[in-house]
């Protein structure tokens, strides 16, 4: 079985899905990586309301916080471990439309006339908040300050963005936003000699993430606000489940669709209250919107570390993997008792059009 999967103009694709890369090994090594960087618990971040010129306060810290992986990092731990036997990166590639043939396989079709036929296709392709707010955290040996600006029409609208999405801008312009806050935040937002300025693009709450043999991961999916630091996270626990289940001994190209309609029911609800939660967050740490600016700085606190309490659940992406699994397994079964018969996902309540085939 072949999958293609297409990120930022780039392809990846593998004759077994199943086999280009180990979970375990790569696993293994990032649980190294994380212990040799980070030996020590790590707190979370203190929050601290500096809109005034005469001092900020210090009013909650979260008692947790992640453990990172730098994207390059996590990056090289991936190309290392995928067979390069059976796992092939094509580079510069941009995907103008695909046909899904009679016999279910999709033929790929690029700008540069190329294309290339598969019978799985994953979108995974990335997008680069009156309230402010700036945040700092390491990365390495350097400390990475991110300043952010949510931008409402009257009616509490964002308006259309229509400039680039990223661009180097003086840190000075940065500074300029805060001026008349705390006067060692705004010296220190003006150390830099220059800075990156992103426009932060989400995708809206989508009915669905698959349909046939075709779906979505990522911020393809999904792309949230950066305010809880999981978009990323989000799109690596979609990659999890999407890889289990398609990479399962049983798994045929005609089981596809199941596959990605199980992977759909797993995830969607999961990573979409994720965003909710991000952008509900942003905005708070802004003192934005009704609920933020009826609460004392204690009560903010409180509701800012509660939101956060999930995130020390043991092993919540095994878990969801538990449930893909089981509905994998009893769909699977249904198939093979009554192929002619459309099947009902567990839990879903309703019935899908599609006819199971298996083998």
């Not at 439309?97 to 598969?118: H, K, N, R, V």
């Not at 963005?161 to 805060?178: L, M």
């Not at 990479?247 to 045929?252: C, L």
């Amino acid at each position: 079985m072949s999958c293609v999967l297409l990120k930022a103009y780039d392809v990846l694709h593998g004759q077994k899905a199943r086999t280009a890369i180990s979970f375990e090994d790569v696993a293994a090594v990032v649980n190294e990586y994380l212990l040799a960087a980070n030996s020590t618990p790590v707190r979370g971040p203190v929050l601290r309301k500096s809109d005034t010129p005469s001092g900020g306060t210090d009013f909650s810290q979260i008692p947790h916080g992640p453990r990172l992986v730098p994207r390059d990092a996590l990056l090289d731990i991936l190309h290392t471990h995928a067979d390069t036997g059976r796992c092939h990166i094509k580079t510069n590639k941009k995907m103008k439309s695909y046909i899904q043939e009679d016999s279910g396989s999709l033929t790929l079709l690029f700008e540069d006339g190329s294309d290339f036929t598969a019978d799985v296709l994953i979108g995974a392709d990335g997008w680069c908040g009156k309230g402010r707010h700036v945040t700092s955290n390491t990365v390495r040996d350097d400390i990475q300050m991110t300043a952010y600006d949510n931008v409402f029409d009257a009616d509490g609208v964002a308006p259309p963005f229509d400039g680039p999405w990223v661009a180097e801008v003086p840190s000075s312009q940065i500074a300029e936003r805060f001026a008349g806050w705390e006067p060692d935040l705004v010296d220190l937002l003006q150390v830099p000699t220059a800075a990156s300025r992103w426009a932060v693009h989400v995708v809206h709450p989508l009915p669905t993430f698959a349909t046939d043999r075709v779906c979505l991961i990522g911020d393809a999916a999904h792309a949230m606000t950066p305010h809880q630091g999981l978009g990323g996270g989000q799109g690596v626990e979609d990659a999890y489940i999407l890889a289990r289940l398609l990479g399962r001994p049983e798994m045929t190209a005609s089981d596809v669709p199941q596959a990605l309609k199980i992977y759909d029911t797993v995830r969607r609800p999961a990573s979409q209250t994720v965003s909710r939660q991000s952008l509900v967050n942003g905005l708070t740490y802004g003192f934005f919107g009704v609920e933020a600016k009826a609460l004392s700085l204690p009560e903010i606190g409180e509701e800012l570390v509660e939101s956060c309490r999930w995130l020390l659940q043991d092993r919540g992406a095994e878990k969801e993997w538990l449930k893909a699994k089981s509905a994998l397994a009893a769909a699977l079964e249904r198939c093979k008792d009554d192929p002619a018969s459309p099947n009902l996902l567990p839990g879903t309540g309703h019935r899908e059009a599609t006819v199971c085939h298996h083998g």
